[in-house]
Nanobody
Framework: QVQLVESGGGSVQAGGSLRLSCAAS????????MAWFRQAPGKERERVAS????????YYSNPVWGRFTISRDNAKNTVDLQMGSLRPEDTAMYYC????????????????WGQGTQVTVSS
């Protein structure tokens, strides 16, 4: 049984930092595209960052470029998202997701999802 479990969300003031972690079980995160998505109320789910299995190449969406960093710990089978210089517009539920093969933007192409962790940034 595959499980992705997110942790590390919370409330923070603008300019602050948070580190999200996704613990995978039932799959080897190193062999899958692992991605972080977020969804704010009334908005579509959007990919913010991903890391590709074969070469570790990373992707960041424009709104988070230079502020967020995705990393993978193969020994722990975790994928983290370090978030800095947080803004109120970063407020959302953040989800970890996995798909085989290349990393795509379309959330419907991801096979496994975590339950999400809430991030709230106040001004």
């Amino acid at each position: 049984q595959v499980q992705l479990v997110e942790s590390g969300g919370g409330s923070v003031q603008a300019g602050g930092s948070l580190r999200l972690s996704c613990a995978a079980s039932g799959i080897a995160a190193s062999l899958w595209c692992m991605a972080w998505f977020r969804q704010a109320p009334g908005k579509e789910r959007e990919r913010v960052a991903s890391i590709y299995s074969s070469d570790g190449s990373t992707y960041y969406s424009n709104p988070v470029w230079g502020r967020f960093t995705i990393s993978r710990d193969n020994a722990k089978n975790t994928v983290d998202l370090q978030m800095g210089s947080l803004r109120p517009e970063d407020t959302a539920m953040y989800y970890c997701a996995a798909r085989s093969g290349a990393c795509y933007t379309d959330p419907s192409s991801y096979r496994y999802w975590g339950q999400g962790t809430q991030v709230t940034v106040s001004s």
